[in-house]
C-alpha cells in the first residue's frame, strides 16, 4: 500500500500514540523517514506494559512494524528496548529472520531512556535539534501498543477498543490489565484485587510525568497505568505543590547548585534547556534577559529536575511547564537555537531506574503485575471524544441508538487533525454531548 492508504487507514481506526501524548499516528507517516523505531523503553519506574505486550505479541508488532517501513521506504526499523526485559528481547530475536531490515537496539538501564530524543540519540547516534521533530533527522518513533493497534487496522480495520494498563502500588493483586475503553479508575482497581490501604491518592500514568486522578476518571487511549499511593507518599505530595508556593521557596532556597540543569537530558544533548537560569531568572524577576525562560520550549517534562536533582526540593519542571504555557498562549514562537552537540559528561550523568525507584520511595510497590487479559464487560462505558491531540471527533450517534463493539460513534473531521472514536462494548447509546458519548452495556446489571 501507499502512504495515503496507511494513513486512512490508521486514521480511521483511530490509532493515536498509546504511551504518550496521543499524537495520532498517521500523521507520523513521512517518506523522509529512513528509519522507523519502535520504542519499548518503558522508562517509568512501576510501569510494565510496554515489555508484555511485545512479548506476547511480537510477531504482530515486527509485522506491523516493517509494514510502516516498507510503506514510508524506509531502509530499517529498530526495536529500542532495555536488555533486563529478557523475555521480550528473545520474542524479538527469535524472530528477527523473518524480518530482515528489522533490527534491535538496546537502551541504557536509564531514566528518561523512552525520551523520544534520548531514544533516537542512544539507538542511531542522531541528535534530534532543539524544537523540532524527529523527522529533521530521518527517523519516525511509534509505541509498542500503538503499532501493535496498527497491526489490527491493517490487517481487518478494527478500531482501538481496548486499552493495556498496569495497575500496581497499593493493590491486592498488581497486574497489567486489557480493559475497555471509558470505564472508570475505580472499575480497574477492582480488577487488581482493590486497594490495600483504606486512604489512598491515585497517579494516571508513570510516577514521573503522570497526574493526579479521581476513582470517577476513565480510562483512555493514552492511559498507561494507575498507581494506588498513601496520599503522604512523595511522587503524590510534589504532586499537590501549590505552584505560587513553589515560586516563593524558589525565592528563598534555590542555592544556583546547578544540578538540575547538570542531570536534564535534553541539556546534556546540547539542547538550550538550563532550569538553573531559570529558576534564577522566575525567582528575581529578571526580564532583561529572556532565554532562560524561552528555553522552556525545550523542556521534555521529564521531571528529573524537580523529582530526583534538586536537593532543596523544589519545582523547576513544574514552573517552567506555566511559562511555556503562558509563552504558547501569548504566540510567541519557538526559537531558533543552534546546532546541538552532546556533553562528554553525559554518560557519567545517567540516573539509574532502579536509583530512581528507590529515591521516589517506590521500591516496596515494584512488583510483578502480570499480564491478565481475561475479558470484562462493564455496566457502561464514557467515551471521551477528545482523547488525542488534534481536534475532537463529532459525534455519529444519538442517544437510543444500539452500537456493537468497534462501531464508529464519533468520527474525525477530513480536514483536520484528528481521529475517530469507536465504541468499546455492545450496547445502547444514553447520552451524547460535546465532550463525551456514554454506552450502557446490554445485559449487565
Known amino acids: 500500500m501507499n502512504i495515503s492508504e496507511l494513513k486512512s487507514i490508521l486514521k ?256 546534556l544533548l546540547g539542547h538550550p534547556i538550563e532550569p538553573h537560569k531559570f529558576m534564577r531568572n522566575i525567582s528575581s524577576g529578571t526580564t532583561n534577559d529572556p532565554a532562560p525562560y524561552l528555553g522552556t520550549f525545550f523542556c521534555s517534562g521529564c521531571g528529573l529536575c524537580e523529582m530526583y536533582s534538586c536537593f532543596q526540593g523544589l519545582n523547576p519542571r513544574t514552573l517552567m511547564g506555566i511559562v511555556k504555557g503562558e509563552l504558547r498562549k501569548a504566540q510567541i514562537p519557538v526559537p531558533e537555537a543552534s546546532e546541538p552537540y552532546v556533553k562528554e559528561e553525559r554518560r557519567g550523568r545517567y540516573i539509574l531506574k532502579s536509583r530512581l525507584t528507590a529515591r521516589l520511595g517506590l521500591s516496596e510497590y515494584n512488583h510483578s503485575a502480570p499480564l491478565d487479559e481475561s475479558e470484562y464487560t462493564p455496566k457502561k462505558v464514557k467515551l471521551l471524544l477528545s482523547q488525542h491531540i488534534g481536534k475532537a471527533a463529532e459525534p455519529t450517534v444519538k442517544v437510543g441508538d444500539t452500537v456493537k463493539v468497534g462501531d464508529v460513534i464519533a468520527a474525525a473531521d477530513e480536514n483536520a487533525l484528528g481521529v475517530n472514536i469507536h465504541s468499546s462494548i455492545t450496547g445502547v447509546v444514553t447520552d451524547v454531548n460535546e465532550k463525551f458519548i456514554v454506552v450502557a452495556s446490554k445485559g449487565v446489571n
Open 12 to 267: 480511521n481506526s483511530g490509532v493515536v500514540g498509546a504511551g504518550g501524548a496521543g499524537f495520532p499516528c498517521y500523521a507520523k507517516l513521512n517518506d523522509n523517514a529512513d528509519t522507523v523505531l519502535l520504542n519499548c523503553a518503558e522508562c517509568e519506574p512501576l510501569l510494565k506494559l510496554h515489555r508484555q505486550v511485545m512479548q506476547e505479541y511480537a510477531f504482530e508488532i515486527l509485522s506491523a512494524l516493517d509494514t510502516v517501513r516498507k510503506t514510508v521506504g524506509a531502509k530499517r526499523a529498530i526495536v529500542a528496548i532495555k536488555p533486563s526485559y529478557k523475555k521480550a528481547v528473545e520474542a524479538v530475536k527469535a524472530l528477527l529472520g523473518d524480518f530482515k531490515s528489522v533490527e534491535i537496539g538496546f537502551l541504557p538501564e536509564v531514566y528518561p531512556a523512552g525520551d523520544e530524543v534520548v531514544t533516537i540519540y542512544e539507538t542511531t547516534g542522531r541528535v534530534v535539534p532543539a524544537g523540532k521533530l524527529p523527522i529533521e533527522v530521518g527517523v519516525t518513533v511509534f509505541n509498542v501498543e500503538t503499532i501493535l493497534n496498527a497491526y489490527y487496522a491493517i490487517k481487518n480495520g478494527a478500531g482501538v477498543t481496548h486499552k493495556y494498563i498496569t495497575v500496581t502500588g497499593a493493590v491486592k493483586n498488581p497486574v497489567t490489565l486489557k480493559v475497555p475503553l471509558g470505564i472508570t479508575v475505580k472499575e480497574v482497581i477492582k480488577l487488581a484485587g482493590g486497594a490495600t490501604i483504606k486512604e489512598y491518592a491515585l497517579i494516571n500514568g508513570g510516577p514521573m510525568t503522570g497526574s493526579i486522578v479521581s476513582e470517577s476518571d476513565v480510562i483512555t487511549k493514552t492511559s498507561n497505568a494507575i498507581l494506588v499511593l498513601p496520599p503522604d507518599q512523595y511522587v503524590i505530595k510534589k504532586r499537590q505543590n501549590n505552584p505560587k508556593v513553589s515560586l516563593k521557596r524558589a525565592m528563598s532556597a534555590c542555592c544556583q547548585c546547578k544540578m538540575c540543569t547538570d542531570l536534564c537530558p535534553r541539556n
